[in-house]
């Protein structure tokens, strides 16, 4: 059985997400959706770092949209409880060149500050496929 190609900017941006995820050690699936139903693009598990990643890829979508960041909001519910429990937790977004990245910085911070979290580390990086990721980090310590 050979799976369908992504086609979409969004399908294309979720498949990177999810190979960024795989590649940093988040390889256990715990299925489509958190506990409370919402449904991240990416949701991974590191059993041996307890840690929990959420990515959501972005097409139309702006860091202002504020439907956007009402979804984002309960993801930042669930990352920062994880880091509650003691694990370690990541959230990337993906998107692509034209929005300027200090935006989600902005966005993403705000997020997690408003979760009590402040991000250990985090940062942003541009891909010549024309897709930009913005991370953070989340742990009580690090």
Not at 22 to 28: D, I, K, Q, T, Y
Not at 53 to 59: L, N, P
């Amino acid at each position: 059985m050979r799976l369908k190609a992504p086609t979409t900017r969004h399908d294309k941006r979720v498949v990177f997400l999810e190979s960024l995820a795989v590649l940093a050690g988040f390889r256990e699936s715990i299925g489509l959706q958190l506990p409370d139903g919402c449904r991240p693009d990416v949701l991974k598990w590191n059993s041996g770092r307890r840690a929990l990643f959420i990515g959501d890829a972005k097409d139309t979508e702006t860091s202002g949209n504020r439907e956007t960041q009402a979804r984002l909001r309960r993801y930042f519910e669930w990352l920062s409880a994880s880091v509650e429990a003691g694990g370690n937790a990541v959230f990337a977004v993906c998107a692509g060149w034209e929005e300027y990245p200090s935006r989600w910085a902005d966005t993403i911070r705000a997020l997690a500050l408003e979760s009590s979290m402040e991000s250990r580390r985090d940062g942003f990086a541009r891909f010549p496929s024309g897709m930009s990721v913005w991370w953070s980090v989340f742990a009580k310590d690090l």
